[in-house]
Structures are given as structure tokens and as C-alpha cells.
């Protein structure tokens, strides 16, 4: 029997300990990777770690562990919440959650959600793509972004973005507010990342701008002026199209 990899997310130290001897004393064939205490760190291992399904507590600080999906473009795990609230459970399962499990938590149904998790594994493409969890969620859009830099992850509304410059191998997220940050991420991958966001076009080979955060367009200098006072340059090929999007939004 393959072993199932596993996360945990929750901020409870106790209860992160004793989820994990549960799982690895019950000869459940779960291997915990690691555990984490909130959202964030969650965020880091799963990208580092690729789990096949996290366990995941809802009420935590910084962010509720319903707000997990929104930093991810695909979903690559299975989902089991582990909470000591039942107010949620509708939600959950909204976002296609194998099992919804409350604390205290009873061995059996621990185990009837290893097995419900065992049976969505076995399907082709189900654990490795689940698009019925970004179609349920309440919007298409990721609405912030995590930002790798020296000591973890910093994470960035999409919103409060200006423009994203390329630097080589590095990239340049100029903020609505607060000082610009240098990512080591070339500018193709904030385009995959925000590619179903239609506010985001490239106005320049080595520029990406939040349309939603341009103060003026001067047409014959083929400048922006972006609403935290940076200028972005338009490239001349894609200026007639740059402004046919332009004025699409105030039709």
C-alpha cells in the first residue's frame, strides 16, 4: 500500500502532536512531513514538500485555513479539516474537502477519513489537479500572492500591486504602498501566476502593470503613471493593443 504524504497545519502545538501520533501510531500508512503552525509556514512546506493532502485547522491566526487555496494557481493536495468548530463544515465542504473532522478528534473517524482519502487517491488526476476546488471557491481571481524571499515568504495582495519589472533572473513588485521588493523570480512566472487575472498586462517585454493602479496614460510619450508615482514605459508594439484594452474598460 503507497504511503500517503501528509501535512498539518495548526496553531495549537498539542493539537499538531497529537494528530500526528494518531496518524503515525494507527498504522494509517501516513507519513507526516512536517507540521506547521500557521498558514504561511503551511504555504512554504506544501511548495517545498508536495503533499498529497494537508490537515488543516480553520481558526488561526494571521489567516484561516480557508484562506490556504487562495495562494495557490493549481491545486495539488487533498484537503481534511481538523477543527474544534462546526460552523464551518458547509464551507468546507464547498471547497470539495475530503472529510471535516472536529475535535476531540475519535479514532474512527479519523480513519473513515483516511480511507475516503484512500478512495479519491486511487482516481486518475483527482489528487494531483482538484479544479472543482477553484471553481467552488468564491472567486476565480488569486487575490494575494506569496512572495519567496531570505527567510520564508511574505504575502502580497494582488491589489496592492502597481507593476512587477523584470532584472534578469530577479523581479521588481512595485507596491501601491511601502518600499519595492526584489524577488528572485523572473517576471514569466508573476505572468503564469496572474494570467487569469485580466487587470495584469504586459505592457513591455520587462513589464507587467495592474490596470486597476494606473493614474494616467500620456499617449504621446507612451508613458503610464502608476498611483504610487512610478512611470512605466509602453513598448511600441504593444501600444495599439495597450490602448484598445484601455479603452475596453470604459465601455
Do not use: W
Not at 460552523?87 to 477519513?113: G, H, N, T
Not at 523581479?171 to 487587470?199: C, H, M, P, Q, W
Not at 498611483?227 to 470604459?250: C, M, P, Q, T, Y
Request: charged share 25%.
Amino acid at each position: 500500500m503507497k504511503t500517503i504524504k501528509a501535512i498539518i497545519i495548526d496553531d495549537e502545538e498539542g493539537a499538531r502532536r497529537l494528530l500526528k501520533n494518531a496518524l503515525e501510531e494507527h498504522n494509517t500508512n501516513v507519513e507526516v512531513l512536517q507540521t506547521c503552525a500557521n498558514v504561511p509556514e503551511g504555504v512554504l512546506a506544501i511548495n517545498q514538500l508536495e503533499p498529497d493532502v494537508v490537515f488543516l485547522d480553520i481558526e488561526m491566526p494571521m489567516y484561516s485555513g480557508l484562506e490556504l487555496l487562495g495562494f495557490f494557481k493549481e491545486i495539488s493536495f487533498e484537503i481534511i479539516f481538523v477543527t474544534a468548530y462546526n460552523q464551518y463544515a458547509v464551507q468546507a465542504f464547498e471547497v470539495s474537502a475530503i472529510d471535516y473532522i472536529l475535535k476531540p478528534i475519535r479514532l474512527d473517524k479519523l480513519e473513515s477519513a483516511i480511507e475516503k482519502l484512500r478512495a479519491r487517491l486511487a482516481i486518475p488526476n483527482m489528487s494531483k489537479k482538484l479544479e472543482t476546488l477553484k471553481s467552488n471557491m468564491s472567486s476565480d481571481r488569486i487575490e494575494k500572492i506569496a512572495v519567496p524571499v531570505s527567510d520564508g515568504l511574505i504575502f502580497i495582495k494582488v491589489s496592492e500591486i502597481c507593476h512587477i519589472e523584470a532584472d534578469g533572473s530577479y523581479s521588481t513588485l512595485s507596491l501601491l504602498r511601502g518600499n519595492d521588493i526584489l524577488v528572485s523570480k523572473k517576471l514569466k512566472y508573476f505572468e503564469a501566476i496572474l494570467e487569469d487575472n485580466t487587470d495584469f498586462y504586459r505592457v513591455h517585454r520587462s513589464n507587467l502593470v495592474n490596470i486597476q493602479n494606473i493614474q494616467k496614460y500620456t499617449r504621446h510619450e507612451s508613458n503610464v503613471l502608476m498611483e504610487n508615482g512610478s512611470i512605466v514605459k509602453v513598448a511600441r508594439d504593444n501600444k495599439a493593443a495597450f490602448e484598445k484594452r484601455l479603452k475596453a474598460l470604459h465601455t
